[in-house]
């Protein structure tokens, strides 16, 4: 069990209620210092509500939560004075240029005229902004401006930054590009507090991911001993002609006596396994069968797997 001394974030029972939506309903979280601490979950799940109210933006409603090792109920500037963070939107004037952006934050943060334009060329440099820097941000990308909002945030480097879903609706080398920049704060010494709907994004980044759904907290651990909460493995197929399917699915619940899911790919089917000697059975029937295989593979469940048994739904319904 982690003692409080080590841990950045610590909340015990947090409630933030909207009239009668419990948005968040009793939040425990224990967040080490250092690192990628993950908030997983669904739109609507709880994630930014509690960010806001650990960021000291939204009052608490019920419980208790210390950031590093401050109250945020009662020492709400001595938290914000360690912390930063990047919401889910860019916060940017996009009429000035992103070498004036920098600029202009620098100075509000105390900076003199020179430490504040070295401080943004530094980053411009670090976020591989440099040849964007005398353009307005107006017209850059999505994912330059999301690496110019990180880059804003860290102007002063902060002990800790919370990332609410910073990659939503990036291109994947965007995300890629943004994925980077959150290794290298970690690797600075900066805590990193991130929220996503987005498994491969916990499953890249994350020491320890927290699933909440409902306001709440319904798994916690690494990701990979949620996954194996689950069951040992996975096996996924593929079959090579679609009409056998059906054919296949029964066989292979009859062999492994397991349910046989029907993915929305019409070729391909996965089974969650708990007794790997199973498969090997099942691969030979299949053949004996005249049923043709393009894929036959056992591997971990997924962090996919993970949401389905914890909540009886997949994520893409989640995310609808």
Same mark, same amino acid.
Request: no cysteine.
């Given at each position: ?200 994004? @916990? ?15 319904? @798994? ?38 397991? &349910? ?15 007794? &790997? ?7 030979? @029937? ?35």
């Amino acid at each position: 069990m982690l003692t409080a001394t080590k841990l950045a974030i610590e909340t015990t029972g947090l409630v933030k209620t909207f009239g009668s939506t419990h948005a968040v309903d009793g939040l425990d979280l224990a967040v080490p210092l250092g690192g990628v601490y993950g908030v997983l979950g669904p739109n609507g799940a709880g994630k930014t509500t509690a960010i806001r109210m650990l960021a000291t933006l939204l009052p608490l409603d019920g419980g208790t939560a210390t950031v590093l090792g401050h109250d945020v109920a009662s020492e709400p500037d001595a938290v914000r004075s360690k912390v930063s963070l990047t919401g889910q939107f860019a916060s940017l004037d996009e009429d000035l240029t992103g070498t004036e952006n920098l600029l202009l934050l620098g100075r509000l943060y105390g900076y003199s005229r020179a430490a504040a334009r070295t401080r943004s060329e530094q980053l411009l440099s670090a976020f591989g902004l440099e040849e964007a820097g005398n353009r307005q941000v107006k017209n850059y990308s999505g994912g330059m401006r999301r690496r110019l909002d990180i880059a804003a945030s860290i102007i002063v480097t902060p002990e800790m930054i919370f990332l609410d879903e910073p990659t939503t609706g990036l291109d994947p080398r965007s995300r890629n590009q943004v994925w980077e920049i959150v290794r290298a704060l970690v690797a600075g010494g900066t805590t990193v507090l991130l929220t996503t709907q987005y498994l491969d994004e @916990a499953d890249q980044l994350a020491d320890r991911v927290a699933v909440i759904d409902h306001g709440k907290v319904i @798994a916690e651990g690494t990701t990979g001993e949620l996954k194996a909460s689950v069951g040992s493995g996975a096996l996924h197929v593929r079959v090579t002609d679609v009409a056998t399917r059906p054919a296949a699915a029964a066989l292979l619940r009859e062999i492994l006596e397991v &349910p046989v899911v029907e993915e929305a790919d019409p070729a391909a089917l996965t089974a969650r396994i708990d007794d &790997p000697k199973r498969v090997s059975r099942a691969l030979p @029937a299949l053949d004996d069968a005249g049923i043709a295989v393009s894929t036959f593979a056992l591997g971990q469940p997924s962090l996919d797997e993970v949401f389905l048994s914890l909540t009886g739904r997949p994520t893409e319904e989640h995310a609808s």
